[in-house]
């Protein structure tokens, strides 16, 4: 574990998970990428990126995508985001849409939602690198089973999060949060190719900021800055 980037109240939840099989076969499998030349992203330093901004105790909600942008430049650890300078993907464009449909909140230029993760909204991947140009190129190795283990935590020991679940394959990666404790809200993926079919309409933002506000916590600033900083 002490090789191990990690947020420090992360590394404590967590702290078993990474000497199980599917972690070591995950590390063995990464390093033979490396070796073999392959370019993967994101960047090593950014695979924990979602968690190293958002602390668990910090989570408020938690938005699930499903593999890295695999485009250079793109990917740097928080689903649906995209690195300063990057034009934002047409699922994102399809978000900021509804967000202005939903709260009047005008798109911003740029992709980079830190500002999301920085307020609370675990920005989560369930697999956390991909090969360049290779879309779901790593799944199956082992992060999904990584990325369940941080679903489940969160579930059984944090109360009144927001899980916002876009498309078949976040729902069913999700299943296993307690309605009872927790709001899920589903709506179809805000690819151009699903967006139509729902996502369009079912206000997500203003749906969670209420939720949230109802149980005394501060609800989130969807709205992003219109300049953005280069990552550190």
């Known amino acids: 574990m002490t090789e191990i980037r990690l947020e420090p109240s992360w590394k404590q939840v967590l702290a078993d998970e990474?000497?199980?099989?599917?972690?070591?076969?995950?590390?063995?499998?990464l390093l033979q990428q490396k070796q073999a030349g392959k370019t993967v992203y994101p960047k090593g330093s950014e695979y924990f990126r979602a968690l190293d901004l958002?602390?668990?105790?910090?989570?408020?909600?938690?938005?699930?995508?499903?593999?890295?942008?695999?485009?250079?430049?793109?990917?740097?650890?928080?689903?649906?985001?995209?690195?300063?300078?990057?034009?934002?993907?047409?699922?994102?464009?399809?978000?900021?849409?509804?967000?202005?449909?939903?709260?009047?909140?005008p798109?911003?230029?740029?992709?980079f939602l830190q500002h999301w993760a920085e307020q609370?909204?675990?920005?989560?991947?369930?697999?956390?690198?991909v090969e360049h140009k290779q879309a779901a190129s790593h799944q199956g190795q082992g992060w999904e089973q990584f990325t369940d283990r941080v679903i489940a935590e969160l579930n059984e020991h944090r109360e009144n999060l927001v899980f916002i679940l876009w498309g078949s394959y976040a729902q069913r990666k999700a299943a296993v949060v307690d309605t009872?404790?927790?709001l899920v809200l589903k709506?179809?993926?805000p690819s151009p190719l699903s967006a139509y079919r729902g996502f369009f309409?079912?206000?997500?933002?203003?749906?969670?900021?209420?939720?949230?506000?109802?149980?005394?916590?501060?609800?989130?600033?969807?709205?992003?800055p219109e300049m953005v900083a280069e990552p550190a």
């Open 18 to 29: 990474f000497n199980k099989d599917h972690m070591l076969h995950l590390k063995q499998f």
């Open 54 to 105: 958002t602390p668990f105790e910090q989570v408020k909600v938690v938005i699930l995508g499903q593999d890295p942008y695999h485009g250079p430049g793109q990917a740097h650890g928080l689903c649906f985001s995209v690195q300063p300078g990057i034009q934002p993907p047409p699922s994102l464009v399809n978000m900021y849409k509804e967000m202005q449909e939903d709260l009047g909140i």
């Open 187 to 189: 709506a179809p993926h």
């Open 120 to 129: 609370g909204v675990l920005l989560l991947n369930s697999v956390l690198t």
């Open 107 to 111: 798109p911003v230029q740029h992709g």
């Open 180 to 182: 009872s404790r927790h």
């Open 201 to 224: 309409g079912s206000k997500p933002f203003s749906k969670t900021n209420q939720y949230l506000q109802q149980h005394g916590i501060t609800p989130i600033d969807w709205k992003l």
